[in-house]
């Protein structure tokens, strides 16, 4: 595993970490999601262009296009997990 790699890994656990601090003082883990998603998107837009940019819809669609690659990627990843465990 990349150095790159390790620190994505890292910065994943914080997050995972921080919604599950969230969910224990007993707020909705659907509101947890809807706010990482929302300080992503904010986040993603200060990366593209700064402070006081703002994206033009061929940015959305890239950052748009990312997010769902990474989804569906997770997704073929746990659905391995989880084959590999039944057999």
């Known amino acids: 595993m990349s150095e790159q790699e390790k620190q994505h890994q890292y910065c994943t656990n914080r997050f995972i970490d921080l919604a599950n601090q969230l969910k224990d003082e007993k707020i909705d883990p659907a509101l947890v999601s809807g706010a990482l998603m929302t300080a992503s998107?904010?986040?993603?837009?200060?990366?593209?262009?700064?402070?006081?940019?703002?994206?033009?819809?061929?940015?959305?669609?890239k950052v748009t296009d990312l997010y769902r690659r990474t989804l569906e990627h997770y997704q073929s990843v746990k659905q391995a997990s989880i084959a590999n465990k039944q057999t």
């Open 41 to 61: 998107a904010i986040y993603a837009t200060y990366v593209a262009v700064g402070n006081d940019g703002t994206l033009q819809e061929s940015g959305v669609d």
